[in-house]
């Protein structure tokens, strides 16, 4: 066994392990099994990868290749009426209860393959690079499928986020970095807003979501409302913000909710742990 020193521990590990923790001893519900077996899948998973070799993660990322083309061929019998869907308002789920996670996994397959596609012509390797590019475009097309818009804004930022580090590397930046970060965020910004309009409705409930989160989060910014206080407590809030407003076009767009509807949000609120939860998220995103 590879032994660890002081030196082989990360922020990571740090904030994983103090969120285990809360999520235990900070509850706003009673413990269940299935909090237990989220928490533990969880923290396999991230240890598997953290111990993991270099030359492993190839396999792994082989993996999420294989997993992305099989939800793109499920989905594709779905949009042909041969598989049905699991959930009744979306006809293409793939294997995920809806389209939202089809489309999560599927950005990150679609930023696999293309790292692929740059492994294999910085080796020479035409075949396996045309065959990388065909896995592309198939997840793309199941990206496609999805629907998802958050999909798609990750699918587009990760590979403004490769391409950019790709120039870095060949050195062929020929106009300033600011200019060229600039572009970029005007690409994803415009992105972005013609997302929006394409269900507008359907965003704007979501925006409503996210304010009376914001809110949950601002009365319990140090250790949370608690796991599973979201859910507990959501309805609450959208309840007394339709008290002050009135005559909030939210009206028509409100529901009882279950989810945040952004991932970010979700884990923050669901563990009930806002700073830890929030570092390890920003930390994560970044490292």
Known sequence: MKSYSIENIRIQDILLISICILLFLNRAVPIDYSSIWRVTVLCLIYTCIRIMPKRQCYCLLYIVCIWGITEVIISTLQKVNYLES???DF???GTFGNPGPLGGLLAVCWIVSIFFIYENIQNKHRILTLSFCMIAC???YGLLLSGSRAGW????????????????????IKVKPTLLKSGFLLIITVFIISIYFIRR????GRLLIW???IKMIEDYPLFGIGTGGWQANYMLYQAEYFLQATNSPYTLLADNIFYTYNEFFIYNSRTGNSWISCCFMVVLCII
């Open 86 to 88: 699991n959930h009744h």
């Open 91 to 93: 006809g293409i789920t």
């Open 138 to 140: 198939f997840i793309l």
């Open 153 to 172: 804004t990750a699918a587009l930022v990760g590979s403004m986020i490769f391409l950019w580090q790709w120039l870095k590397r060949k050195h062929t």
């Open 201 to 204: 409705d359907s965003a704007d």
């Open 211 to 213: 304010y009376n989160t």
